[in-house]
């Protein structure tokens, strides 16, 4: 492994972290980590948010719900060039605000989801492409499957 790839790792862990954090998931707080004019693409689980930014502030609306959610294990982690993939596990519980105009479930979800990020030359997110369980998530918590199954325009 190189060793700007090794630096690559190191930010997208980095991001990862802050995004996974109840307390600093905001655009504030990434900012450092990404281009201004950087993509993020979610079609299925976040097809309304389109950077890196607003979907740190999105996650912490979501954990402000599943106020416990966190990662529990990175299950694959490759750095190649400029690009970093990972697969992870999660797992949290609806004990905190509503969500979306549900009310606390207290009921607990486990799920993996899958990232790809691209980098530039100078270590910062360009692209942040997130693949995600949603709906093995929403059935667990007790989440309307609506939304989780919606599917984006196109």
């Not at 991001?15 to 950087?38: C, F, G, T, W």
């Not at 976040?46 to 599943?66: T, V």
């Not at 294990?73 to 690009?83: F, H, P, R, W």
């Amino acid at each position: 492994m190189t060793e700007q790839e090794e630096k690559n790792i190191l930010v997208v862990k980095e991001y990862m972290q802050i995004s996974y954090d109840p307390e600093r998931s905001s655009s504030k707080n990434v900012a450092h980590l990404v281009v201004s004019d950087n993509k993020f693409i979610a079609p299925t689980t976040f097809p309304d948010i389109h950077n890196c930014q607003a979907y740190a502030d999105e996650h912490g609306k979501l954990m402000k719900s599943i106020n416990d959610l966190r990662i529990t294990e990175i299950n694959y982690l490759i750095a190649k060039d400029d690009q970093v993939a990972l697969r992870y596990s999660a797992e949290g519980s609806h004990c905190g605000q509503p969500y979306k105009g549900i009310q606390a479930t207290g009921r607990k979800a486990k799920w993996t989801a899958a990232a790809l990020f691209k980098l530039n030359h100078e270590g910062k997110i360009t692209l942040f492409i997130k693949e995600w369980d949603k709906l093995s998530m929403w059935k667990q918590l007790g989440f309307r499957l609506e939304e989780a199954t919606k599917v984006p325009s196109i």
